[in-house]
């Protein structure tokens, strides 16, 4: 079909048989496919770029065109906005995801800036024919559905705002871990709700936390190791004098602008990248690790390398063989053998925050450094330390055959500051005894994975780490 062709690029059959296999191979080893798809604009830029694609077919009846019928409406800034309202266009988009899910197998779609495929003429509209359809199509509505909740154009900024079928990227959870690690000093209410799945964003529509796709490094921008290494982009190599990219990178650079043979730097950084590895990873909600962060891959400080295809923007495989980043691939595993392990980590609705039982165990809830649950005050006030309190026993989900699902407790403390600081464990009824699982500061002499703490004990934690904490029955 020539829809099909379209969104294929033109492909072979070989290619496209070798996809098939691809996609069969990894769904063989339990792995499922989603498609990155840009549906948003074409390479035709604006009204005065080479005709490509569609404008050489019929120009108004497939760009959104501003009133004087002559230049393009851009709500993507790359020139130009398919007007997804017109039937044809429609059509074109849906039989190209039909296509990619019947024939080539692929299980869901990530759709870059989606909100300009939700506007209706202007607007974005979350009853627009384009969400309309896909919520209303066999075929489409029964794969992921994940939005870029955001374009250029005003009005364009939707996070939490698509309707129930979908999940979002959450760029607010991105913006508080980062300013949270670098010592900004992030508001600890919105800090609070982005590790807990941010439900003040997703459940007011019935959503669950697997709506929010938490990340800290995605495509664009920095990797997770410029993102501890850079302070300002170093976009040379992409020849705009280095205006393309975001200046907006919320790093912090621990001491020396890129690459550093200063030990303490260096030790620095390798345990801010493993407290964002920890948090993200722990963190309710899906998490999404770039490919190569957990090895330490790195842009050399370009934060829109997409035209690069060279070293810059390739994954270097080595770097798992590398001695300098194995404990970092090893701590990702086993953060994420711990999330598979336990399902307070990964629970699949959001927590109600008050006593479940009549001990008053809460099945989540938040202590100060004293060991004392956070009152409203608290809060309101700045600080550089937070922990959380994970209640297995209590978690609000039932398995396929309605039974409550539990598991073990956990108690975690993240430390921002630069200082150690004294912390007092939740003693009864939170837990008589905690076993530490993680604790990001260890290749310091901090306490090893297994070393036990009685409840009611005050403990240090080292500057700048995580302590993460089994609860022991």
């Known amino acids: 079909a020539p829809h099909a062709a379209y969104a294929a690029g033109g492909s072979t059959g070989q290619q496209v048989g070798e996809f098939r296999a691809m996609v069969r191979a990894l769904h063989a080893a339990g792995i499922e496919v989603v498609l990155d798809v840009v549906y948003n604009h074409t390479a035709e830029a604006g009204e005065l770029g080479p005709t490509l694609s569609l404008k050489g077919i019929d120009n108004a009846g497939y760009y959104r065109l501003q009133h004087d019928a002559r230049r393009y409406a851009d709500y993507t800034g790359c020139g130009n906005t398919p007007h997804v309202v017109r039937p044809h266009v429609l059509r074109l988009i ?22 300009a495929l939700a506007r209706s003429f202007h607007d974005v509209d979350m009853l627009s024919p384009f969400l309309a359809v896909i919520a209303q199509d066999p075929v ?17 900024y939707q996070v939490g705002a698509f309707p129930p079928l979908w999940t979002e990227w959450n760029d607010r959870y991105r913006d508080a871990v980062r300013d949270f690690w670098r010592g900004a000093l992030p508001d600890v209410r919105d800090l609070g709700y982005r590790l807990s799945g941010s439900s003040d964003l997703y459940a007011w529509g019935g959503r669950r936390p697997h709506a929010s796709v938490n990340f800290v490094t995605a495509h664009d921008g920095f990797t997770l190791r410029d993102l501890v290494s850079y302070e300002r ?20 650079n621990c001491g020396a602008e890129g690459e550093s043979d200063d030990p303490a730097v260096t030790a620095l950084r390798h345990r801010q990248l493993r407290n964002l ?17 957990e090895m330490g891959r790195t842009q050399g400080g370009n934060n829109n390398a997409y035209c690069q295809d060279d070293g810059t923007s390739w994954v270097d495989w080595s770097l798992r063989e590398d001695p300098d980043w194995a404990g970092l691939l090893a701590l990702t595993r086993r953060l994420i053998a711990l999330r598979r392990a336990h399902p307070v980590l990964r629970s699949r609705s959001f927590f109600a ?61 993240l430390h921002a500051g630069h200082a150690p600081v004294e912390v007092t464990l939740p003693g009864t009824p939170w837990a008589a005894r905690y076993e530490v699982a993680v604790d990001t500061a260890a ?3 901090a306490a090893e994975p297994g070393t036990a703490h009685p409840g009611g004990a005050t403990v240090t934690v080292p500057g700048r780490s995580v302590l993460v904490l089994r609860v022991v029955e």
């Not at 982009?233 to 912090?252: C, F, I, V």
């Open 94 to 115: 849906t039989d190209s995801l039909r296509y990619w899910v019947t024939e080539m197998g692929v299980d869901g779609f990530r759709f870059d800036l989606a909100a």
């Open 277 to 293: 590895l920890t948090t993200l990873l722990l963190s309710t909600g899906v998490p999404m690790l770039t490919a190569g962060d």
């Open 140 to 156: 489409l509505r029964r794969v992921k559905l994940i939005a870029e909740p955001w374009d250029v154009g005003t009005g364009g």
């Open 233 to 252: 982009k170093h976009n040379e190599a992409n020849g705009e004098e280095n205006r393309d990219g975001t200046d907006d990178n919320r790093s912090w």
């Open 443 to 445: 290749e310091e002499q």
């Open 353 to 413: 925050g008050r006593a479940q039982a009549e001990d008053g165990l809460r099945d989540l809830a938040w202590f100060t450094t004293r060991g004392t649950e956070m009152t409203e005050d608290d809060w309101y006030a700045p600080t550089d330390t937070l922990a959380l309190y994970l209640s297995g026993r209590d978690i609000p989900d039932q398995d396929e055959r309605g039974t409550p699902v539990t598991g073990a407790s956990f108690h975690i403390v």
